[in-house]
């Protein structure tokens, strides 16, 4: 028996800029506070994007970060968080590059800072530019129900 093993090139860093972002903490009342990184894309609007393009360049990200299905347990992922001044940036697996990430809020700062945990999740279906908490929390919904969401712990990167 064989098993198939695909590996998606990790996307440049025009592809990491047409991606969106959000961050947030989230306080449940009956577990620790959790920072999140919720990375998508806007639907294909650049010459030659497809869905399928896009899909594959978030795939890419996935695998090079070692993300699992959102139904699965959320696997560590390493220290791919970056903080430099006001500077917040993501190690998303490529080379020579990382993604910058918008600048996230004082909670979510200091909650990486404090060296706690934040959730990476990439969700696979398009994200409307300048959803607000309530479309985000929906959206989140979706793409763990059909399994189009992948997610990774990881923290602050002290070097």
Not at 105 to 119: E, F, L, M, S, Y
Request: aromatic share 6%; glycine share 10%; net charge positive.
């Amino acid at each position: 028996m064989t098993t198939e093993v695909s590996f998606r090139a990790v996307p440049g860093p025009g592809f990491a800029a047409g991606c969106t972002v959000s961050t947030w903490v989230h306080a449940g009342a009956l577990a620790p506070p959790v920072a999140y990184v919720l990375i998508g894309h806007a639907p294909p609007r650049r010459p030659g994007e497809t869905a399928e393009t896009v899909e594959d360049g978030l795939m890419g990200m996935v695998d090079a970060m070692n993300l699992r299905p959102a139904t699965e347990r959320v696997p560590i992922v390493g220290a791919r968080l970056l903080i430099r001044g006001p500077f917040v940036a993501l190690d998303y697996g490529h080379p020579a590059f990382v993604m910058r990430l918008p600048t996230p809020g004082d909670a979510w700062r200091r909650h990486v800072t404090a060296g706690r945990p934040a959730c990476v999740t990439i969700g696979l279906d398009p994200v409307p530019p300048g959803a607000g908490p309530d479309m985000v929390e929906q959206y989140l919904e979706r793409v763990v129900a059909t399994n189009r969401a992948y997610m990774g712990a990881t923290t602050l990167r002290t070097r």
